[in-house]
């Protein structure tokens, strides 16, 4: 009843379950499905992954009462481009159905910040842990005998970085973490000082490599990976 009312969304039908919704998605096409994730037979997670494998055309956005990581993250990952909790008002969805429409990602203001404390907070090595193999302070170690000879001088130790998975480039993992921040192209391409253009391309190599189809999988691969703004 609330969707009929919003301004330029009709509705073409309503599934029970995740088999019916494939099978109403098949019959009427629509443009957006909104999906429940905990439905008998097929669940949303699997029916969301179905809906985008076999049309490419229909966009899904989560509208589930379970707000919890793990749906968020498993339903991102199959392909939804929007994820509301049920509590959203009118406004709230309409500009979600708007949004995947537009290609951008549909997400609500709470389900953004936890993303990105979750981003934030991703583990990282904890400062001062001494690393495997390397005695901690007080153990005595047998030393080898060493030649005699000059003085050698040492090069100046050098932090590691660590390797970036799917082959990404340092450039591609600074976009990646800002699209997980939530910033626009413009946006991005702003604060490294490219064009809108160079940001695309970028955009569209680390797709590529990581085989995610929109911003929403980007931001989910990123929190996978623990990719962040200054990571």
């Not at 989560?62 to 339903?75: I, K, Q």
């Not at 153990?139 to 050098?158: D, F, L, Q, S």
Request: charge should be negative; charged fraction near 20%; aromatic fraction near 4%.
């Amino acid at each position: 009843m609330l969707l009929g009312l919003l301004p330029g969304i009709t509705v073409v039908g309503s599934a029970t379950d995740g088999e019916e919704a494939l099978r109403l998605v098949a019959e009427h096409a629509p443009d957006v499905v909104l999906m429940d994730l905990r439905m008998p037979r097929c669940d949303g997670v699997e029916a969301t992954r179905r809906v985008r494998a076999e049309h490419p055309g229909t966009e899904v956005v989560v509208l589930t009462t379970y707000a919890d990581d793990d749906s968020l993250f498993s339903a991102l990952q199959a392909g939804a481009r929007g994820f509301l909790t049920k509590d959203a008002g009118a406004e709230e969805i309409a500009r979600a159905v708007a949004d995947v429409r537009s290609g951008a990602a549909g997400l609500s203001p709470q389900v953004q910040l936890r993303l990105l404390e979750r981003l934030s907070s991703a583990p990282t090595a904890a400062a001062g842990t001494p690393a495997a193999g390397t005695p901690a302070a007080g153990t005595p170690v047998a030393e080898p005998p060493v030649a005699a000879g000059p003085p050698v001088a040492e090069p100046p130790a050098r932090a590691a970085r660590p390797a970036l998975p799917d082959g990404l480039t340092q450039r591609e993992a600074e976009v990646l973490a800002l699209i997980a921040s939530g910033l626009s192209n413009a946006e991005i391409a702003e604060r490294l000082f490219v064009s809108p253009a160079t940001v695309k391309t970028h955009i569209n190599n680390l797709f590529a490599k990581t085989a995610v189809r929109d911003r929403a999988q980007a931001v989910a691969y990123a929190f996978k990976h623990g990719i962040s703004e200054g990571s």
